[in-house]
């Protein structure tokens, strides 16, 4: 049995949609979900919402999220959302509560135009009385936080000013390695929530090290996120079955006083094709990443996970040659250590913007790689600039197949350090329009909608398995771009991609 406690019911726009609650509802059936906790949280300002919805919005959005929880009794639950700068924020808080809110949702209008939270611990206080939790969007971000969102150290300030009501920390505080050892400033009522950011291999056992299970609670933030990649963090961690239980519903269950969903009838299988080559992975890299303590995976360890997942071929980057200035050294290195490996297709990482790529291309089409291996977004150049015109012709001429990377991991915390150059859609377009016929694999980014196929272009199917029901649009598509499958490991576990994908499938 599963509760997510963090779902939207929108996140761009308003809607009329009467059955939305109950599509979003049968959706997280299939993965296991028993019960949502929703607040209806519109991002789009020319619809009165935003950062700090006006007094209107707040009225339809409530009005509409009480609306669904009552359409699907036992199944979804909503909070009242709040913008604590508004005057009659009381009086909003009291209606929700008449509709039957099981708790209060704040988002980013926190801070009042001189930086002070001084109307949020009012709303607090006030949700203490009523004995309502509050769930809190909470993020650190690289870069600094949009003006009225608050941090880990914030939200613990605030936690310790009002001990008495209970409160969530959304999204684990964004980036949860910063935020794991700041438990310990907050008061015994907080919470962390885990919804929101990528299915980051190890989050939630890394959250352990600091917060008990008895303080932690599932939830995904979708639609704008999909329920199975937010499911895999708990699974993939190594909580006890009594404790994977507390997190994925008890908890949700004791903080919002609601009772244990009924169990589901059965479901009817959607029995659609999931997209050809499962047994390849497009998106896989071994080595160390030199940002987080995550250790080093070696070629040999890779080979045998890969077996353990049938994974017949990984077309695989080294990430200590990406961060590396001696390509040809490192790349070198990487291609005898895969020597007698059946399932690693080595890729040569190379960069098209130093100066010695000419050399580094060589080698790679010497023999041994399987193709070669660009990252624009990591090693900063513009994909469709007319600069790097004669590397994908030599390419093209050496028959050596690119995997065009456009990012790995979560950027919004990334470490500080870490330059990265995000691929926009115009690049590829340019690029698509003068790259010479070869085989083209891109990483790490959606199929832009608005360009035309080319037929040696595919895509990793990876970022649209995050989020709700895009995988399926972009299959249903025609043309449907070319889709192919990767991990993303290790910075997802090897098995998360194919589960979402068929959990959206089957």
């Not at 950062?51 to 009794?73: D, G, I, K, T």
């Not at 979708?222 to 009594?242: C, D, N, V």
């Amino acid at each position: 049995m599963i509760i997510d406690s963090h779902i939207h019911l929108h996140l761009d726009s308003a809607t009329d949609d009467p059955d939305i609650g109950g599509k979003i509802i049968r959706d997280a059936m299939r993965c296991g979900i028993g019960a949502c906790i929703a607040s209806h949280v519109i991002a789009e300002p020319s619809c009165g919402g935003g950062a700090y919805p006006s007094s209107r919005h707040l009225r339809e959005a409530n009005s509409y999220a009480a609306e669904q929880a009552r359409r699907n009794p036992g199944r979804l639950y909503f909070l009242v959302y709040l913008n604590p700068q508004n005057p009659d924020w009381k009086q909003e808080l009291e209606r929700g509560v008449e509709n039957g809110a099981v708790g209060v949702k704040l988002w980013i209008s926190l801070k009042n135009p001189h930086g002070g939270l001084e109307e949020t611990v009012a709303v607090l206080r006030r949700a203490a009385e009523l004995k309502l939790p509050v769930l809190l969007h909470v993020f650190n971000r690289t870069g600094g936080n949009l003006p009225g969102e608050i941090d880990m150290m914030e939200f613990a300030w605030l936690s310790r000013t009002v001990p008495e009501c209970v409160m969530i920390a959304g999204h684990s505080g964004g980036n949860w390695r910063e935020s794991s050892g700041m438990l310990k400033y907050c008061s015994p009522n907080v919470y962390w929530e885990t919804g929101g950011s990528n299915p980051d291999r190890g989050m939630v056992d890394g959250i352990l090290r600091s917060c008990p299970p008895e303080r932690l609670l599932y939830g995904s933030d979708a639609p704008g996120r999909a329920f199975t990649p937010q499911i895999w963090k708990i699974m993939e961690s190594s909580l006890s079955p009594a404790d994977r239980d507390l997190v994925l519903y008890r908890n949700a269950m004791k903080i919002f006083h609601i009772p244990e969903p009924a169990p589901w009838s059965e479901i009817a299988p959607r029995n659609l094709s999931v997209p050809a080559g499962e047994d390849e992975d497009h998106y896989c890299f071994c080595g160390k990443y030199p940002f987080d303590r995550r250790r080093s995976i070696p070629p040999e360890e890779l080979e045998r996970l890969l077996a353990e997942h049938g994974i017949r071929a990984a077309y695989t980057a080294e990430l200590d040659s990406i961060f590396h200035i001696d390509l040809p050294e490192s790349n070198g290195e990487f291609l005898a250590r895969c020597s007698g490996l059946q399932r690693i297709r080595p890729l040569a990482v190379v960069n098209p913007d130093a100066h010695n790529w000419i050399a580094v291309l060589d080698q790679a089409a010497s023999g041994g790689f399987s193709g070669v291996w660009v990252s624009p977004a990591f090693h900063c150049w513009e994909l469709g600039s007319p600069r790097y015109t004669e590397f994908f012709k030599r390419c093209a001429e050496r028959e050596m197949p690119l995997w065009v990377n456009c990012g790995f991991g979560e950027p919004r915390f990334f470490h500080p350090s870490l330059k990265l150059c995000p691929v926009e859609d115009s690049e590829i377009g340019e690029f698509m329009n003068t790259a010479p016929v070869n085989a083209y694999v891109f990483q790490g980014k959606m199929p832009p909608e608005n360009l035309p196929r080319r037929e040696d272009c595919r895509w990793v199917l990876t970022p649209l398995t995050d989020f709700g029901g895009k995988l399926k649009r972009f299959m249903e598509m025609n043309p449907a771009p070319g889709l192919v499958w990767g991990s993303e490991f290790p910075f997802r576990d090897l098995g998360e991609v194919r589960e979402a994908t068929c959990t959206q499938f089957r």
